[in-house]
Nanobody
Framework: VQLQASGGGLVQAGGSMRLSCAAS???????MGWFRQAPGKDRNFLAG????????DYADSVKGRFTISRDNAKNTVYLQMNSLKPEDTAVYYC?????????????????WGQGTLVTVSS
């Protein structure tokens, strides 16, 4: 499975942005996740979603501001980001793993997109 993340860019604090992650093939039974990594920091889990979309999980830092969703017909997962803050600035990655429930540990994911840079200006 190849993943292609897109939608990053520059946005002012308080603004919104939607990231997309397109998969090269159907991600049947794959958990899809979004992570981010700021310079000099670890790659951190942000959000995850099951294949059906019936179960999601979020990091506390983004809960209530970010929403993960997926369109399996388009093999695409999205991350809607609202009320962005300068501390949200990072490279954002999508990832996939074949598992039953949302996975929060980056090491468990088998496939990764190339990352897209999000910069939030103050």
């Amino acid at each position: 499975v190849q993943l292609q993340a897109s939608g990053g860019g520059l946005v002012q604090a308080g603004g919104s942005m939607r990231l997309s992650c397109a998969a090269s093939e159907q991600t049947f039974n794959n958990i899809m996740g979004w992570f981010r990594q700021a310079p000099g920091k670890d790659r951190n889990f942000l959000a995850g979603i099951t294949w059906s979309g019936g179960s999601t999980d979020y990091a506390d830092s983004v809960k209530g501001r970010f929403t993960i969703s997926r369109d399996n017909a388009k093999n695409t997962v999205y991350l809607q980001m609202n009320s962005l803050k300068p501390e949200d600035t990072a490279v954002y990655y999508c990832a996939a793993v074949k598992w039953a429930g949302v996975v929060v540990r980056a090491i468990k994911y088998d496939y990764w997109g190339q990352g897209t840079l999000v910069t939030v200006s103050s």
